[in-house]
Nanobody, 124 residues
Framework: VQLQASGGGLVQPGGSLRLSCAAS????????MGWFRQAPGKERAFVAG????????YYADSVKGRFTISRDNSKNAAYLQMNSLKPEDTAVYYC??????????????????WGKGTQVTVSS
């Protein structure tokens, strides 16, 4: 199982970015997917999660209403649309996969597979 996150970059406060996560495994639709982030000096934290079919999504309170997680199982990909970005959103963002197709609780120590992160910097 390989995951590759991309789409990070430097953006001004109030701006938007869309992160993508490409997965290498054919049974992608049976895995729940999650996005996590880790800021300097802080632990890796949950951002958003989505079930294998895409019918349920979950968000950290800090990003509700600003971020949207989605997936396209035909492309083996998951996405994180980030709007109204704030400086405190600055972090390395990681995508992760879990073998539970209908995962409801997401934490950094419960996911089965991780990709390398992509840096998101929100600064003027």
């Amino acid at each position: 199982v390989q995951l590759q996150a991309s789409g990070g970059g430097l953006v001004q406060p109030g701006g938007s970015l869309r992160l993508s996560c490409a997965a290498s495994f054919r049974t992608f639709g049976t895995y729940s997917m999650g996005w996590f982030r880790q800021a300097p000096g802080k632990e890796r934290a949950f951002v958003a999660g989505i079930t294998g079919s895409g019918d349920s999504t979950y968000y950290a309170d800090s990003v509700k209403g600003r971020f949207t997680i989605s997936r396209d199982n035909s492309k083996n990909a998951a996405y994180l649309q980030m709007n109204s970005l704030k400086p405190e959103d600055t972090a390395v963002y990681y995508c992760a996969a879990d073998r539970q197709p209908r995962k409801t609780r997401y934490s950094a120590n419960s996911m089965n597979y991780w990709g390398k992160g992509t840096q998101v910097t929100v600064s003027s």
